[in-house]
């Protein structure tokens, strides 16, 4: 039975890692490190995008587990059909949550606050008080209620938001209460100051807030995308935000990267960063610690933890 762990970090840089299998550092280049018949546990390099991830995929005909460092599966999914049955695929779950959680509130407060107009009106030294929209007091609706939702909701607790509703692929009750289901959103939408998108991207999320989305916003809502760009339909996002009528602050787009040229640089209202919510001094001793805590259990024969799917 083959041993090989390919790893997008170095494994002398990685505490607890067990002993036996043989490690191999693979972050997407051109040269493999070993054959990729002999891989059996295989972590996708981070941030690489979905053509290098699947690259070798193909050619593993050993791989027993599969393990992402994103919270999102959706640049490795259209390649496990190349896989034999039983692998197990494996998400970043605990990893990115925090930092997503942050930057999500960020969006939201430099967004209600003007700090783009103010950072524009320092460059030209021009002083622009008045008055602007303050969380507080905001109904705030998350879309995509999974452990990144969570932690937004967690972030929102100090800022006395008015209300906060949850949204998930289906309806169900937690201590917090209720999470309603897609289903209800032409209701939800309407009521919400804020609307949070942290779903995953899959077949039923892509174009999710579409055109008829975005127009059962209330006027002057914000729209903040921390989740997938294409969860977003970038023409009917422009549509909108072009007429003044809702705003947006986007951490990923549809294309992404965005390209240079592009009417969503300079949207009216439109707020970008380029993909960074789970890009910090955060992911790295959250990473070692997931990849250690997997390899772990891999080398003992027991079932790691995170599992999203398994092949077949």
């Not at 051109?30 to 193909?58: I, N, Q, S, T, W």
């Not at 103010?118 to 007091?137: I, K, N």
């Not at 914000?222 to 760009?229: E, I, Q, T």
């Not at 707020?271 to 259990?297: E, M, N, W, Y």
Request: glycine share 10%.
């Amino acid at each position: 039975m083959t041993s090989d762990v390919w790893l997008p970090l170095p494994a002398d840089g990685i505490e607890g890692l067990p002993e036996g299998p043989r490690y191999l550092f693979w972050d997407g280049g051109e040269e493999y490190p070993a054959d990729p018949a002999d891989c059996a546990f295989y972590v996708v390099p981070y941030m690489k995008g979905p053509e290098v991830a699947v690259r070798p995929l193909a050619a593993m005909t050993s791989v027993r587990v599969i393990q992402t460092l994103s919270a999102g599966i959706d640049h490795v999914t259209p390649a496990l059909g190349t896989l034999p049955a039983g692998v197990r695929l494996c998400n970043a779950k605990g990893v990115h949550e925090a930092s997503t959680a942050e930057l999500t509130l960020a969006l939201i407060l430099a967004s209600l606050r003007g700090i783009p107009g103010f950072v524009t009106g320092q460059q030209r030294e021009e002083w622009r008080s008045g008055f602007y929209p303050a969380l507080a007091d905001k109904s705030v609706l998350i879309i995509g209620y999974g452990s990144i939702g969570e932690a937004i909701e967690d972030r929102l607790a100090p800022f006395e938001c008015a209300r906060v509703v949850r949204v998930a692929r289906s309806a169900r009750t937690t201590e917090r209460g209720a999470v309603h289901a897609f289903t209800e959103l032409p209701q939800l939408l309407p009521d919400a100051d804020v609307v949070i998108l942290s779903t995953p991207l899959t077949e039923g999320t892509r174009g999710l807030a579409g055109a008829e989305f975005l127009a059962r916003m209330k006027d002057g809502a914000l729209l903040v995308n921390v989740a997938r760009g294409a969860v977003v339909d970038t023409k009917a996002l422009l549509a909108e935000t072009e007429s003044g009528r809702i705003r947006a602050a986007l951490d990923v787009t549809d294309p992404e990267p965005l390209p240079a040229g592009h009417p969503l640089w300079h949207a009216p209202g439109v707020l970008i960063s380029p993909h960074v919510g789970g890009s910090t001094s955060a992911f790295l001793p959250r990473a070692k610690r997931l990849l250690a805590g997997q390899l772990t259990r891999f080398a003992a024969g027991e079932e790691p933890r995170n599992l999203v799917l398994t092949t077949g």
